[in-house]
């Protein structure tokens, strides 16, 4: 019981409250979405499921309940789970062309995995608010206006408004996956206000990323496999992201498993100088930059139409 | 004169000669040539050149000589300096138009840089040999098919054809600029076979590069500023690609310059296991790729006719 109390001081001390900083976030959208509504213009964001796997369901849901609580429209799309590529590709298409959706969002994972790329080139560039659209990684990449992807976008806003200063510091990401740590160490590096850090990209190919991990200001781990980031690995007074989410089982649950992330929290939290827990971290920043690009591009367009 | 002899021995073992590898490339490039004319196939390539800059005169004189040496197609538009945005908007889209022109190459810079964007934007994709258009970078960036930028794939070309051990190894790039360093770190870092680096990106909001570069399997300079490298920026034994081509001033030459690289050459020669000269090092391969990227366009349109 003695240990007790100084870790729960830590705790206060150096969680990243994701659930607080998105929430913050969503109330600065409330007051865009409010604003915009006074020149007739409600954000909309179109929603393409297929199939009903509960985790697809899930967050689908969530994402439909977010923009009801800021004022934006959001209309699903629910296909069978025996939709041919076809019926998958002319859903896209109506979204494209609903002149009151502003936003499309394709629920990845599709139960046919090998059409995803045909299914995310199908969608406007200029609806592609989870900027998984090549013409937007590109656009990113070049420095020029995009829709940034939301998980990355969010991770830099968590580190801005922690107040990590990201400007000149050496991070650490482990994992390139195309939606997570290959556009996040490019945002990172860039030169603009919530990056200009010095990047080091690790992942599977790696040799000793203990050295490298060991090493930065900043870690941020995104392998999607537990215990990727262990306590050895990082220095005293580094902060950690976690963008892993990963299921393990757990009896003790109703629901027989728990979610951890890619880093060993608990062994982290006392050496850390600040940390993001699984769940409640980087998650929930995902869905409030997704409404964030969402209410961008119903902006965008309506300038558009104002100067047409 | 004790002191010439062994770093003779060293300039013959470390240096990597670009002019051989690219004309070994461009020797390869020439057999694909010929057996695309046994198909009815010559690769074309269009260049743009607006103004009459000697450097930018040269360097198109250069590329269409490369092209006439292994039996493909040149055209040049050359507009006057005094061209209006318009113009050479046009320009591209005749050239986009062209059934005989593969690959387009818009020379940089162009008078007025502020349109730079709007015109390489303007270039059919699949015509895009020089990989600067958003959707072959967001391509590239996601390991779609995709034409990568030349100066980039050539480096990879060099240290493969060096034998120089990529995947796995750190490399350390100093530069991110869109069209060498930035694509050069997320190409070295992508799982394919002239990949699958530990790759830090490092620039100008970095703070102590040495500290990273001494970590350095290979180094790769492309800062554009002279002395960017110093010999104790690098660990003995480490590889060494000089990309800058920097113009210093050199009153015992007729023309009164010579060109250096970012990296002090000299210094580095008896400590890197490798190395590239300036010039004669990586500027030889970024014609070669262009060429390679012209003929694979070719190849490619045919295929589709072929199927169509």
Redesign the interface.
Known sequence: MDKLQPLEKAVAAHLIDGKFIARQIRDELRADVTELATRGVVPGLGVLLVGNHPASRSYVTAKEKACAEIGMLSREINLPETATPREIVQAVETLNAASDIHGILVQLPLPDSSIE?EVLQTVDPGKDVDGF???????M????PAYWPCTPHGILQMLKRSSIPV??A?VVVIG?S?IVG??L??LL???HVLG????????????D?AK?TRQADIVIAAAGRPHTLTADMVRPGAAVIDVGVNRVEDPTRERGYRLIGDADFDDLLPIASAITPVPGGVGPMTIAMLLHNTVQAARRLTNNEAKG
């Open positions: 790329q659209h090549p013409v937007n990684v590109g656009r990449v070049l420095g020029l400007a000149g050496h390139r195309n290959r556009p160490s490019i590096s860039m030169k200009n850090a010095t990047v080091t990209l690790c992942h599977t190919g790696s040799r990323i490298l």
